[in-house]
């Protein structure tokens, strides 16, 4: 009898490929299948020569292929081509039988495709898959959500590919119901904007502000991932800036600056404008890629467009003791809003998140992973329903300790002309969220003066609306008080 795979992935590009070895380093015998055949063999006669992977030719040999309940995983491109495999299985199928996207696809095809194969006698998973090409081999962080009857069949390969914290605990653990997985993939898509974002204002600041060299600044990037930066954004931007090109100069200042996005930032941000939770910080790391891609109009209008000349009169090893704080107050600011949303969709959709244990996926593996993550984890268990990590000692007092820095930096930056959104928007939002009296009182009167709106008093109870005749023109009818 033939031997049979515990798992078959279809999708055999960077990341497939290497989950494929890195399942079949744990013991696990993997089925292959590729739309375009030619890559099924170049991998079973290359990479995976020896191994125990079975090459398929067609879905059908692939489903053939598979023990039961036979587990399928798709790496390919989301949207489409995810739906589109999912209707080649199906007829291959039996009840029970576990098809897996682990795509970064958008969490409402998730929740769609979660309750069409349900009722169809078939189980889903939408798992977010972070860490690169490297954590893809090596151990990732994964973020599996969807029918929760699957969870046990894979979890044990899950758990065994995954990459583990110091005491051998796995980053992954099941998330949720339907989407809640690659809902919990995209906000960690989005903190990694904020944090990319952050990074980089960071190196602007060093590099326009305070002259420095690449050199110079690898030495910082070096010193702070041995403190409260400690993460893996940090360790590569002290490596890239140390990196030379074959002329022997660094080669970050030749790279062309502008930035791409494959859209999960996007997604994040959109979503926290549907469930109305101010993103500002992940907002503003994607309209700063948006306005990186105007090169050609912004080396226009630098012709034509003047700021303040850039001069910098002060200690500069102060000043960057300063940034390194600036940097890691702006750092809780963004995760701060990520888990704030996280809050309020698990409300929206009914999902029961494990916040601290969100935490933990997070830790190894990924993208984001930091030895700040663990302080996250631990502000949660001490308070699973924390409304804002604002509000917990450990980051409050790292906050207070700050902020000084944080203010001197970014007015320093304004005051030359240095572009800083990422850093300015998030203490903005720690001035607005700490503030108990915003001037909303106004815009309400604005709104009910032009179009009748209504508005809340102080001196009555919440829920109770109000109108007024302003110009004594415009009547006592009053528009229907609702928020969108």
Not at 4 to 12: E, P
Not at 105 to 134: A, Q, W
Not at 334 to 349: I, K, P, V
Not at 435 to 464: C, T
Request: aromatic share 10%; hydrophobic share 45%.
């Amino acid at each position: 009898m033939a031997q049979k795979a515990d798992i078959g992935l279809v999708g055999l590009a960077v990341m497939g490929e290497n989950l494929v070895l890195n399942m079949e380093s744990h013991g696990y015998t993997v089925a292959v299948f590729n739309r375009t055949v030619d890559k099924v063999d170049n991998f079973v006669c290359g990479r995976a020569k020896g191994k125990n992977i079975i090459a398929a030719k067609s879905v059908q040999e692939l489903v053939s292929a598979l023990k039961s309940p036979r587990k399928i995983m798709l790496m390919v491109k989301a949207g489409k081509p995810v739906d589109e495999f999912i209707e080649m299985f199906i007829p291959h199928l039996d009840k029970g039988d576990i098809i897996i996207d682990g795509g970064n696809s958008h969490f409402p095809d998730t929740i769609r495709r979660t309750k069409y194969l349900e009722s169809k006698g078939l189980l889903f998973i939408g798992t977010g898959v972070s860490g690169g090409e490297e954590g893809a081999l090596l151990g990732p962080s994964i973020m599996p959500g969807g029918s929760s009857a699957a969870w046990p069949a894979v979890k044990p390969i899950f758990q065994s590919i995954a990459a583990k914290v110091t005491d051998g605990t796995p980053c992954c653990d099941w998330v949720g119901e339907n989407g809640a997985g690659h809902f919990v993939k995209m906000v960690h898509n989005g903190i990694e904007y904020g944090d990319m974002q952050l990074i980089c204002e960071a190196y602007q600041i060093m590099h326009e502000l305070l002259g420095m060299s690449a050199a110079e600044m690898h030495e910082v990037f070096k010193k702070w991932n041995t403190g409260d930066l400690d993460s893996y954004l940090i360790e590569i931007t002290r490596d890239i800036l140390a990196y030379k090109d074959t002329d022997g100069s660094a080669l970050v200042d030749k790279i062309l600056d502008t930035a791409g996005q494959k859209g999960t930032g996007k997604w994040t941000s959109v979503a926290s404008l549907d469930l109305g939770i101010p993103l500002t910080l992940i907002s503003e790391a994607v309209y700063a890629r948006c306005l990186s891609a105007l090169k050609d109009e912004r080396v226009a209008a630098a012709k034509v467009l003047s700021g303040p000349s850039v001069a910098f009169k002060g200690d500069k090893a102060a000043f960057l003791q300063d940034l390194e704080k600036a940097l890691y107050a702006s750092k809780i600011v963004s995760y701060a809003q990520g888990f704030t949303m996280l809050r309020e969709a698990a409300d929206e959709f009914k999902w029961n998140l494990n916040y601290g244990g969100i935490a933990l996926l997070w830790r190894g593996g990924c993208i984001i992973r930091s030895a700040f993550l663990g302080k996250i984890k631990e502000a949660f268990d001490k308070q699973p329903h924390l409304a804002n990590l604002l509000l917990d000692p450990f980051f409050k007092e790292k906050i207070a300790a700050s902020q000084d820095a944080w203010r001197r930096v970014i007015a320093a930056a304004v005051m030359n002309g240095i572009w800083v959104p990422a850093f300015s928007t998030a203490l903005n939002y720690f001035d607005g969220y700490r503030n108990a009296r915003l001037p909303a009182n106004l815009l309400q009167a604005q709104r009910d003066y032009f179009g009748a709106h209504q508005y809340e008093r102080v001196d009555k109870p919440r829920g109770e609306f109000f109108h007024t005749n302003w110009t004594g023109r415009g009547g006592e009818t009053a528009s229907t008080s609702y928020v969108v």
